[in-house]
């Protein structure tokens, strides 16, 4: 029974997120969910109370599966300027298997303008990452690998990257080879903070 009802809320949660990536989350609603899914309105209101519920939760499953993968590369021994690098692969993979994925990150940006619950869920992972890459690049001048600059301002640029490269492979997925160009970006990021003592390219 509990193996069942696990499958269904995985469905209605495919489901959403094939619509939600199709048609938008103003177009799509509980129904058209229920009818993708293969499930009733009773059924899916017993797993969630609201197609906003759904959409949230989405976006913490997605956040949940980043925070695991640039957690692990963080705790690694390597240095900062290895492990950012090693993180810019993460967006790489994010390209290669966002199988149409990638319009549902705008469909949140968009919600977040006009639902206080969605930007509020929406507006506190960049304040989680603006703490995590924070700590990050203070942890690299720390160790030497960067010069003493503002961990915080750092922090919001490697943030700013990282959802300007979301948005223009959303925009343009044909204006650049998205497989190189997270890590190039990120290395040229590198560059700027790199002691310039040492004219060490990071590969």
């Given at each position: 029974?509990?193996?069942?009802?696990?499958?269904?809320?995985?469905?209605?949660l495919?489901?959403?997120?094939?619509?939600?990536?199709t048609?938008?989350?103003?177009?799509?609603?509980?129904?058209?969910?229920?009818?993708a899914?293969?499930?009733?309105?009773?059924?899916?209101?017993?797993h969630?109370?609201?197609?906003?519920?759904?959409?949230?939760?989405?976006?913490?499953?997605?956040?949940?599966?980043?925070?695991?993968?640039?957690?692990?590369?963080?705790?690694?021994?390597?240095?900062?300027?290895?492990?950012?690098?090693?993180?810019?692969?993460i967006?790489?993979?994010v390209?290669?298997?966002?199988?149409g994925?990638?319009p549902?990150?705008?469909?949140?940006?968009?919600?977040?303008?006009?639902?206080?619950?969605?930007?509020?869920?929406t507006?506190a992972?960049?304040?989680?990452?603006?703490?995590?890459?924070?700590?990050?690049?203070?942890?690299?001048?720390?160790?030497?690998?960067?010069r003493?600059?503002?961990?915080h301002?750092?922090?919001?640029?490697?943030?700013?990257?990282?959802?300007?490269?979301?948005?223009?492979g959303?925009?343009?997925?044909?204006?650049?080879?998205?497989?190189?160009?997270?890590?190039?970006c990120m290395?040229?990021?590198?560059?700027?903070?790199?002691p310039?003592?040492?004219?060490?390219?990071?590969?």
């Open positions: 029974m509990q193996q069942r009802s696990e499958e269904t809320r995985n469905h209605i495919q489901a959403s997120q094939r619509l939600f990536s048609y938008g989350y103003d177009a799509t609603g509980v129904a058209e969910i229920c009818q899914a293969g499930v009733s309105k009773g059924a899916f209101y017993h969630f109370p609201s197609k906003q519920a759904v959409f949230l939760k989405l976006l913490e499953n997605w956040l949940e599966i980043l925070d695991g993968g640039l957690r692990a590369i963080s705790q690694g021994t390597q240095d900062v300027p290895h492990i950012l690098l090693q993180m810019s692969d967006l790489t993979e390209f290669q298997t966002a199988d994925q990638l549902l990150f705008l469909e949140y940006w968009l919600q977040a303008s006009r639902d206080e619950a969605i930007w509020k869920a507006i992972p960049y304040q989680h990452y603006q703490e995590f890459f924070t700590a990050l690049v203070q942890r690299g001048i720390d160790e030497g690998s960067f003493a600059v503002d961990a301002i750092a922090a919001q640029a490697l943030v700013a990257l990282a959802v300007g490269l979301l948005l223009q959303l925009l343009n997925p044909r204006g650049a080879d998205w497989s190189q160009m997270p890590r190039q290395q040229l990021f590198l560059d700027s903070l790199t310039k003592n040492t004219g060490m390219e990071v590969v």
